[in-house]
């Protein structure tokens, strides 16, 4: 398994501001991902980010809104840009130590008002 | 479409009465099955993966079956530090990303 930290765990922000949320991992990793968890819905990918390359998005996902960086292996920011309220959501990072097999962060609650 | 229902959406049950809770998915190839816990205010807690029909695996007072178009995760005798979420996730054979499709879950809540 991997032990995953994330900083910060909430925030409270204003519309059109932007947040930058951080992961860390205890040990290196290829591969590592950013989901979203709007209230009362599941976990939907919002893009893969690999050390040394662009991220990957999903569709209705855009590097623009949530610019991703990967400076090592054991380290990744997501960024939420000029938020409104319909980004509150819960944003975990998750690491893929194993084949195919995800460990989640603690998750960062966001609240735009 | 790739997509998982899970069902039911909430569960009560008394403290020692065993139950299911069912995941059925329709994929384009099934790399993997996951089983995850979630408690209020955490990330998801990682239980289980599998593979192939007729595959099981066991944890405790869990055990999670998998068939090509659901699987189940039984719940023996639960306590009430089993209340959690359960969450339900599959991983496409044609995925270059890693990409996780989750259900919606299922919430549990044990009385003692």
């Known amino acids: 398994s991997a032990v995953i930290s994330q900083k910060p765990s909430r925030d409270i922000c204003q519309r059109g501001t932007s947040l930058t949320i951080q992961c860390q991992v205890d040990?290196?990793?290829?591969?590592m991902f950013w989901y979203r968890q709007q209230p009362g819905q599941s976990l939907t990918l919002i893009a893969t980010?690999?050390?040394?390359?662009?991220?990957?998005?999903e569709s209705g996902f855009v590097i623009d809104k949530f610019p991703i960086s990967r400076p090592n292996l054991t380290f990744s920011t997501l960024t939420v840009s000029n938020m409104s309220p319909e980004d509150s959501s819960i944003y975990l990072c998750?690491?893929?130590?194993?084949?195919?097999?995800?460990?989640f962060g603690p998750g960062t609650r966001l609240t735009v008002l | 479409e790739d997509q998982v229902t899970q069902s039911p959406e909430a569960l009560r049950l008394q403290e020692g009465e065993s139950s299911s809770l069912n995941c059925s998915y329709t994929v384009s190839g099934l790399r993997g099955l996951f089983w995850y816990r979630q408690d209020p205010g955490k990330g998801p807690e990682f239980l289980f993966t599998?593979?192939?029909a007729g595959e099981e695996k066991e944890k405790e007072r869990l055990k999670a079956t998998l068939t090509k178009k659901e699987s189940f995760l039984h719940i023996t005798a639960p306590k009430p530090e089993d209340s959690a979420t359960y969450l339900c996730?599959?991983?496409?054979?044609?995925?270059?990303?890693?990409?996780?499709?989750f259900g919606q879950g299922t919430t549990l809540q044990v009385k003692p």
């Open positions: 998750s690491v893929e130590p194993l084949s195919d097999t995800q460990y």
């Open positions: 040990s290196q990793v290829t591969m």
């Open positions: 599998l593979y192939s």
């Open positions: 996730a599959v991983q496409a054979e044609t995925s270059n990303t890693g990409k996780l499709i």
């Open positions: 980010a690999n050390q040394g390359s662009e991220a990957t998005y």
